[in-house]
């Protein structure tokens, strides 16, 4: 805060605003007003006046440090401690101030804690040097008295388990220190006689500094300290150090009594808590990253590299395989590190040949081989694990750890990994493994499905291109072989009709041309990026009146903006559309339109040929599902509706003009790219009596 020459508050931070509630009206206060407003009181709990204020001194040219006041705020009644530093600053108007703001709350409270259990020891050592002054001036009256006293306070400090010391107020001379210490150091007590500071020479070397300079501070400061030492031995102990004043009749201290107990135990249990923390936590985040690499692809080999990657980054081996179980073989799809004798990748055998992994197919459970050298172990049994590994490598292998990849309790997969040294890897790392094994099973069974998903529609598209040649193209190149044959014939026979065959022939030709223009737009729907769909819509009609003869009469709107997802899935259901209707219907005349609304595209197909029933299961024909799962695939939803209640009639409608409108909002929301606002698309196939 910065305050003016004239005692204005002209500047403040968000700091200072949290921190003492300052807004718009009270930094217009006075400042006196101001420490009236918070309730500010001194240490000595005097009311705080404005020239006792450290703003009010800097004004005056003073500097303050660590003023420390209590504040209670009008907004939470609730006390805080501050520590207020300020300085003052030169201008042309005169002397401001610049005032800094610590919250101490926390520390006076533990302060106040801390009173408190000094207060109560110090009236425990108080009490037990009253009664030790009491004891010695019995001795002046009774010697027998003194030295009864004398026996029970060395019972009392020789059979505790802590260290109990009392030494004179400058630390120069130690006046007693229980045997406890000659356990806990490993000195004699002696040594701590003769030299007082001789138990700093055990501290360990990074805790030395701090404890010196608590120790110079003593006892003005209490005296509370965590710190370890290393013992003639080597061996290591965690302490804590309390040191408390003794008062003399006068209430000044006089002597320092101080407690030292062994916590090495806690401080381990602590310091293992946290490191199965920090471990546990690097598992999860390990497994996280395991999961969002596998899911980023469907690619079958990207996919294997990446398990070996992230098998990598969490496990010290020096060979591992990657193989695939189908049908009781093995194929080895990915290798990593050293073989004496090379592994032909993608080779294949049964699993039968390999007693381990076949041990592995059969149980579902994780194979560890801590030695595979050691006579003694039971899992020697089950090697060598041939045909993966030979003599060489088997020389060579000091651990074997093989984890199962499991995908609806069968086995599709085996991670099998090797490291030249004995006891290379704990079950801590099988239990890692074995979960990154799961989630790469399913992220393989899903690539495996995808590969065979797009052979599939590779295969149904090669079969639908090569039904589309058959009653296209290759009738329409039969067609124009006839002709041809006529015309020639007609050449010396009938030269008029030549001039009529020969445009015949010029109509199969272009209308040949087109379906073939057509098919390969088929197997090049990128074109729709360039050419745009208006474009391809026309060509796909064309293509359907020179092929069927079937008059389309379009209503197309100008190419609307929309992305090219969306587009897509507009054509596709328009070559389904019009197949459907040309195949199946028997129309002489169709009819699309495609609006270009604001906010959606709507898309109409009718035709007046025959109806069909909606209700009714047709073997062999997805035409309506392909529509229905294309529409799906952009937010849509496909419905059927004709005359009347179809799901109550379940009969045919002779005569039906099918109407498909398709309303997609031009906006959507695909992956992570987002388009606009995401809404549901409605697919609306229905059949009408026109």
């Given at each position: 805060m910065?305050?003016s ?6 500047q403040?931070?968000p700091a ?5 509630g300052?807004?718009?009206?009270r ?17 000595d709990g005097q009311?705080?006046?404005?020239e006792?204020?450290p703003a ?16 209670i705020?009008?907004?939470t ?11 003052p600053i030169?201008?042309?108007e005169g002397i401001?101030a610049?005032v800094s703001l610590?919250d ?7 302060e106040?804690?801390?009173r408190?259990?000094?207060?109560d ?8 040097t009253a009664d030790?002054q009491t004891?010695?001036q ?10 009864e ?5 060395r019972?009392l400090a020789?059979?505790?388990h802590?260290?109990?010391?009392i ?6 001379k130690i ?5 406890a210490?000659?356990d806990?150091?490993?000195?004699t ?5 003769d ?5 700093l020479?055990s501290i ?22 965590q710190?370890r ?17 003794i008062?003399n009749?006068?209430?000044?201290p ?8 062994d ?5 381990q ?5 946290e490191?199965r923390?920090d471990e546990?936590?690097r ?11 596998l899911k980023?692809?469907l690619?079958?080999?990207?996919l294997?590299?990446r398990?070996l ?6 496990v010290?081996f ?6 695939l179980?189908?049908?009781?073989e093995i194929?080895?799809v990915?290798?990593?590190?050293f073989f004496h004798?090379?592994?032909?990748l993608?080779?294949r055998?049964?699993?039968a040949?390999s ?5 592995l ?11 595979i050298?050691?006579?003694n172990s039971?899992?020697?049994l089950?090697f060598?694990?041939?045909?993966l ?6 020389n ?10 499991i995908?609806?309790?069968?086995v599709v997969g085996?991670?099998r990994?090797?490291h030249t040294?004995?006891?290379a ?7 890692l493994?074995?979960?990154i094994?799961n ?8 690539a495996?499905?995808?590969?065979q998903?797009?052979?599939?529609a590779?295969l ?18 039969y067609?124009?072989s006839?002709?041809?044959h006529?015309?020639l014939?007609?050449?010396?026979r009938d030269?008029a009709?030549l001039?009529?065959a020969?445009e015949y ?5 272009d ?9 390969i737009f ?5 074109s ?8 391809a819509i026309?060509?796909?009609?064309l293509a359907?009146e020179?092929?069927?003869g079937?008059?389309v009469s ?5 190419e609307p ?9 507009l054509f596709?259901?328009v ?7 040309s195949?199946h219907?028997n129309p002489?005349?169709?009819t699309l339109t495609?609006?270009d609304?604001?906010?959606?595209i709507?898309?109409t197909?009718?035709?007046?040929g025959?109806?069909f029933?909606?209700?009714q299961?047709f073997?062999g ?6 529509m229905?799962?294309r529409?799906?695939?952009?937010h849509?939803?496909l ?15 002779p005569?039906l003009r099918?109407?498909?409108?398709l309303?997609t909002?031009?906006?959507l929301?695909f992956?992570s790219f ?10 609306l196939?229905q059949?009408k009596?026109?």
């Amino acid at each position: 805060m910065i305050y003016s020459a004239g005692g204005e508050l002209t500047q403040y931070n968000p700091a200072a605003r949290r921190l003492i509630g300052l807004n718009v009206d009270r930094v217009k206060l006075s400042l006196q007003q101001r420490i009236n407003l918070l309730n500010a009181v001194q240490t000595d709990g005097q009311p705080m006046k404005s020239e006792d204020a450290p703003a009010y001194q800097a004004m005056h040219g003073n500097t303050v440090r660590n003023f420390v006041s209590r504040l209670i705020l009008p907004d939470t009644d609730k006390p805080i401690w501050l520590s207020v530093s300020a300085s003052p600053i030169r201008g042309i108007e005169g002397i401001g101030a610049v005032v800094s703001l610590t919250d101490i709350t926390e520390h006076i409270e533990l302060e106040e804690k801390l009173r408190h259990v000094q207060s109560d020891l110090e009236n425990r050592v108080m009490q037990r040097t009253a009664d030790l002054q009491t004891s010695i001036q019995a001795l002046a009256n009774a010697n027998a008295i003194m030295q009864e006293n004398e026996e029970r306070f060395r019972q009392l400090a020789e059979n505790i388990h802590e260290v109990f010391l009392i030494e004179s107020i400058d630390q120069e001379k130690i006046l007693y220190v229980s045997p406890a210490y000659e356990d806990l150091w490993g000195k004699t007590r002696q040594s701590l006689y003769d030299h007082p500071t001789s138990f700093l020479d055990s501290i360990h070397p990074e805790d030395l500094p701090r404890v010196i300079q608590v120790l110079k501070q003593i006892p003005k400061v209490p005296y509370d300290e965590q710190y370890r030492i290393i013992r003639s031995d080597g061996s290591q102990r965690w302490v804590r150090a309390r040191t408390f004043p003794i008062l003399n009749e006068a209430g000044k201290p006089y002597r320092l009594a101080g407690i030292i107990e062994d916590i090495t135990e806690r401080m381990q249990s602590i310091q293992l808590l946290e490191k199965r923390v920090d471990e546990r936590t690097r598992e999860l985040t390990t497994l996280l990253a395991v999961s969002n690499s596998l899911k980023s692809t469907l690619e079958f080999n990207q996919l294997i590299e990446r398990v070996l990657d992230q098998l990598t980054n969490i496990v010290t081996f020096t060979s591992a395989i990657v193989l695939l179980v189908e049908k009781e073989e093995i194929e080895v799809v990915a290798i990593r590190g050293f073989f004496h004798q090379p592994i032909p990748l993608h080779s294949r055998f049964p699993v039968a040949t390999s007693k381990t992994l076949a041990h592995l197919v059969s149980t579902h459970q994780a194979i560890l081989i801590n030695d595979i050298h050691d006579q003694n172990s039971d899992l020697k049994l089950i090697f060598p694990d041939r045909p993966l590994i030979d003599t060489n490598d088997i020389n060579a292998i000091g651990s074997w750890l093989g984890v199962p990849m499991i995908v609806k309790d069968v086995v599709v997969g085996i991670v099998r990994m090797a490291h030249t040294q004995p006891e290379a890897f704990t079950q801590a790392h099988v239990q890692l493994v074995q979960a990154i094994a799961n989630q790469a099973a399913v992220a393989i069974e899903n690539a495996r499905l995808y590969g065979q998903a797009k052979e599939l529609a590779a295969l149904n598209e090669r079969q639908r291109l090569a039904r589309e040649l058959h009653d296209s193209v290759s009738q329409a190149l039969y067609s124009i072989s006839l002709v041809s044959h006529f015309a020639l014939a007609s050449l010396d026979r009938d030269p008029a009709k030549l001039k009529e065959a020969l445009e015949y022939i010029l109509s199969l030709a272009d209308a040949g041309l087109t379906e073939m223009r057509a098919l390969i737009f088929e197997l090049r729907p990128e074109s729709l990026a360039t050419e745009g769909l208006v474009a391809a819509i026309k060509r796909q009609t064309l293509a359907l009146e020179v092929r069927r003869g079937i008059h389309v009469s379009t209503w197309l709107d100008e190419e609307p903006q929309a992305p090219l997802e969306v587009k897509e899935a507009l054509f596709r259901i328009v070559q389904e559309a019009l197949s459907n209707a040309s195949r199946h219907a028997n129309p002489t005349e169709i009819t699309l339109t495609v609006k270009d609304n604001p906010d959606k595209i709507e898309m109409t197909i009718t035709d007046d040929g025959k109806g069909f029933d909606p209700a009714q299961f047709f073997a062999g024909h997805l035409g309506l599902q392909s529509m229905r799962e294309r529409a799906e695939q952009a937010h849509g939803l496909l419905s059927k509706f004709q005359k009347g209640n179809c799901s109550a009639a379940r009969r045919k409608m002779p005569n039906l003009r099918c109407l498909c409108v398709l309303r997609t909002r031009k906006h959507l929301k695909f992956g992570s790219f987002s388009h606009g606002p995401e809404e549901t698309q409605k697919v609306l196939i229905q059949n009408k009596n026109l």
